[in-house]
């Protein structure tokens, strides 16, 4: 019969939860410096909503749906997902979802994800695209994402990530994030950096769009 979850609160959409970037959503490191406009825009999710996991029907197909009742000042939500893992090395995914959360119509706002991802011997591309249609003016996004990983042996591993955002109130500047990872294994010992690179962040030519991230870390496994 699947499953069926009520949370008070914590909980995310059904939508979002496949909502991710392929990239990895590159543009949260930033920690709203770039804007409001550059942060992901989702279906709703908030407390008191539910959850509902479909039951195994096909094998290597997910499905999943969620439902946020109306509030005294909005309306109700509802989103879905399909995640699709039946062919070796593919993952395939469609979310979407809608942000009626605000009082009467103007707002209301529809969102859509996919994403796709193949691994084909030691190298996995992904490609995602992410978009968030509202009523209201000057508020629509599309964010476009990539990642290319590569193995080069079963200690060293590479990637190269990127994403667009296209906000449309952006004064038709987009912003740009970069990202280029690697990680080395040596017995129990894992080190892993990267490099981040956000252009125009703020969807204007203004110097506080332009920073630059490196991360190191270090982990042991006993």
């Given at each position: 019969m699947g499953s069926l979850t009520f949370s008070g609160e914590g909980a995310d959409s059904a939508a979002n939860a496949v909502g991710d970037t392929a990239a990895g959503n590159i543009w949260d490191l930033w920690d709203g410096r770039n804007g409001v406009n550059s942060k992901m825009k989702e279906s709703n999710a908030t407390n008191n909503m539910?959850?509902?996991?479909f039951p195994s029907m096909v094998d290597g197909l997910a499905l999943a749906a969620s439902y946020?009742?109306?509030g005294s000042n909005?309306?109700?939500?509802?989103a879905?997902?399909?995640t699709y893992t039946g062919v070796e090395g593919l993952t395939a995914s469609y979310g979407a979802g809608t942000n009626d959360?605000?009082?009467?119509?103007g707002s209301n706002a529809d969102q859509s994800t996919i994403k796709l991802s193949y691994a084909y011997g030691p190298i996995t591309v992904a490609y995602s695209d992410h978009e968030y249609d509202s009523n209201a003016a000057n508020t629509d996004q599309d964010i476009t994402s990539?990642?290319?990983s590569y193995t080069v042996s079963d200690a060293i591993s590479i990637s190269y990530a990127a994403e667009t955002v296209d906000s449309e109130n952006s004064s038709h500047i987009d912003a740009e994030y970069t990202r280029i990872s690697a990680s080395?294994?040596?017995?129990g010992m894992t080190i892993s950096g990267n490099m981040s690179e956000m252009e125009d962040g703020t969807h204007s030519t203004a110097t506080a769009g332009d920073e630059e991230y490196v991360g190191?870390?270090?982990?042991?496994a006993f």
């Open positions: 539910f959850n509902y996991t946020v009742p109306a909005d309306e109700s939500d509802t879905y997902s399909i959360s605000a009082a009467g119509t990539y990642k290319v080395y294994t040596a017995g190191l870390g270090v982990s042991f």
